[in-house]
């Protein structure tokens, strides 16, 4: 069965995004990009909604796509669209984000238009920016000068707004839950109720071609509905991709489908009322969305990055390059002048934060599994490594990091601590796992605490190792011998306990 998308606005903006929560607090810079949830192509150039905000890819090699320059913006990026000299973008809680990009080497943050609610898509049309608002629906905005931004009109869905296209007078909104709402925009600064259809899935995305309108109706695949008298849609088919239909463009008989963890789906559409599943292409993460420019499709993938496919045959994608952002951040420490990442699918990767403003990636050393979390003690680093316990790596020169050593639990380690000569390892099945790294080239197992359930985190402090179960506790251990941990009591948290510190007697 597959499983429903569910985009809960509160989470997404905690966990992708760079909002910064004090007000002292001001960006400095990353190397850490990641999560591509948009893309649009004009010239040699994509240009990327990344989770923290622009990033501009150049395409002139279309087999070795490269980073040329980001910026970062406090609301992140979920969506874009281009207009002459400027990048709109969809930044989540801080609203309609406003870049200069007649320089795309050099792309400067212009202006920005705080909407109500959590901006999720955009389109410019004409002298106005139709903002997907989520819960706060579909605002439009004045951006004939984007010195002054302005509000013209908004309009309150039911539901939440996720995507929109626009056709002639009229406005077609991917409202979630409540399908999708057709609007008379023909007066921007009032726009009218029309109709309304309601999907069997939970409207994401919307694409305009013809007299038809291309639905990604998430767990429900690709729906198409009759549009030709807006005042009157008609469902016309439905089409179950594999996947979860997040994104769709339409460039002639073909529907080309960002079906999440499915990949890129091709649809033969010449015949709306019999739609045909052609072929997919699967990508490294989950796509989100896809932009079509001629025979080349680009895809938008989360963790893979920007996917560039050759669609000539539409039946058998070629892969021509890909442009692959920094893993996901799991896990970080900062020792001196440098940042050490656990970065999961491409392991342990150490960045030169000496000018903090320009942080340069100095290494990457790829372990044997998925790098969960790390703990840096003198010229090593221990890393989590999940299936391949914890992989011991010499940084005693940044630049070169090498193996060491290693100890297996056996299942499945995410979290570890070092104190004097001994690792503490969190393992999901197997509890606590204690090693002697007196000899970091030869680690020793010294003892367990088997406690079920799975472990997040864990952190050492005197006699005691403190652990967060998800399951809503924190168990602490006695270690005073290493040989023989043992429960010493837990306690009930509300939610779900993912990482825990101590300070002092707390």
Request: hydrophobic share 40%; proline share 5%; aromatic share 12%.
């Amino acid at each position: 069965m597959k499983k429903l998308i569910l985009i809960l606005i509160g989470i997404y903006m905690a966990l992708f995004t760079g909002v910064a929560i004090a007000q002292d607090i001001e960006y400095a810079g990353s190397t850490l990009w990641t999560i591509v949830n948009d893309v649009k192509v004009v010239g040699n150039y994509a240009y990327c909604a990344f989770a923290n905000g622009l990033v501009v890819i150049d395409i002139s090699n279309w087999e070795a796509p490269s980073l040329i320059s980001q910026v970062y913006l406090q609301g992140g990026g979920s969506a874009l669209d281009i207009s002459g000299n400027y990048a709109y973008m969809a930044s989540g809680t801080c609203g309609l984000a406003v870049i200069n990009i007649s320089n795309p080497t050099s792309p400067v943050f212009h202006s920005i238009f705080d909407t109500p609610g959590t901006a999720y898509g955009v389109l410019i049309h004409g002298n106005y920016a139709y903002v997907a608002d989520n819960e706060s629906g579909l605002q439009i905005i004045d951006i004939s000068n984007p010195e002054e931004l302005s509000l013209v009109g908004s309009y309150n869905s039911p539901g939440i707004a996720m995507g929109v296209a626009i056709s002639g007078n009229y406005c077609y909104l991917a409202d979630w839950v409540s399908g999708v709402e057709i609007l008379d925009i023909s007066n921007p600064a009032n726009p009218l109720f029309v109709a309304a259809h309601n999907t069997s899935g939970h409207a994401f995305g919307v694409c305009v071609s013809g007299n038809y309108l291309y639905i990604a109706d998430n767990e429900s695949g690709l729906r198409v509905i009759d549009i030709s008298d807006p005042a009157y849609p008609l469902f016309v088919s439905n089409l179950d991709t594999p996947g979860n239909a997040l994104g769709i463009s339409v460039s002639g008989n073909y529907g080309f489908v960002a079906d999440y963890n499915s990949g890129l789906e091709m649809v033969d559409i010449s015949r709306p009322d019999s739609m045909i599943l052609l072929g997919a292409y699967p990508v490294l993460g989950s796509s989100r969305n896809v932009f079509i420019a001629d025979s080349t499709a680009y895809v938008a993938e989360d963790f893979g990055g920007l996917y560039l496919l050759n669609i000539a045959d539409i039946t058998t994608p070629i892969f021509i390059g890909a442009y692959y952002p920094p893993a996901h951040n799991w896990g970080i420490v900062v020792s001196g002048n440098y940042a050490y990442s656990a970065t999961n699918l491409t392991g342990l990767q150490i960045v030169n934060i000496e000018e903090p403003s320009n942080p340069v990636i100095t290494a990457n050393y790829n372990t044997w599994g998925n790098s969960c979390n790390l703990c840096i003690q003198g010229n090593y680093a221990y890393v989590a490594d999940f299936y391949y316990g914890v992989q011991i790596i010499n940084i005693s020169d940044p630049s070169t990091p090498y193996y060491t050593g290693a100890f297996n639990v056996g299942s499945s380690t995410y979290d570890v601590f070092i104190s004097g000569n001994h690792a503490y390892a969190a393992d999901w099945d197997l509890g606590l796992i204690i090693a002697d790294i007196s000899d970091p080239t030869n680690p020793v197992i010294e003892g367990r605490c088997p406690l079920g359930g799975d472990v997040y985190d864990i952190f050492v402090s005197g006699a005691y190792a403190y652990m967060a179960y998800p399951n809503n506790c924190l168990q602490i251990v006695n270690v005073t011998d290493p040989t023989y941990p043992e429960l010493a009591s837990s306690y009930p948290v509300l939610g779900n306990a993912v990482g825990v510190s101590v300070v002092g007697n707390y």
